[in-house]
């Protein structure tokens, strides 16, 4: 069975880091793209973040280029986003979620086979 289990959220000030963690299992890891996801308060669930299966491409939102980054250790089954300079519109459910192919071309729904349960990120003085 597929599992996705993200890790990592909390509070934080504005300028402060996180660093999420998403564990895979159920499935042959290094064969699938994984995106980071955020839904914020009366907001849709929109991508952030996405790295192909070999770690060798990867995109960001607007929102988010060059405060985070997202990386993969295939050998541990794992995605980490590093999230940096943090600002209070950045509080959101985070998810991951996993790809049907390797290769990260669209955030758009119907490419997502799999989500995790999500975890908080608060960014508040």
């Known amino acids: 069975q597929v599992r996705l289990v993200e890790s990592g959220g909390g509070l934080v000030p504005p300028g402060g880091s996180l660093r999420l963690s998403c564990a895979a299992s159920?499935?042959?890891?290094?064969?699938?793209?994984i995106g980071w996801f955020r839904q914020a308060p009366g907001k849709e669930r929109e991508g952030v973040s996405c790295?192909?299966?070999?770690?060798?491409?990867?995109n960001y939102a607007d929102s988010v280029k060059g405060r985070f980054t997202i990386s993969r250790d295939n050998a541990k089954n794992t995605v980490y986003l590093q999230m940096n300079s943090l600002k209070p519109e950045d509080t959101a459910v985070y998810y991951c979620a996993r790809a049907y192919y390797g290769d990260c071309l669209t955030y758009s729904a119907y490419v997502w086979a799999y989500w995790g349960q999500g975890t908080q990120v608060t960014v508040s003085p």
């Open positions: 159920g499935f042959t890891f290094n064969n699938y793209a």
């Open positions: 790295i192909s299966s070999s770690g060798g491409s990867t």
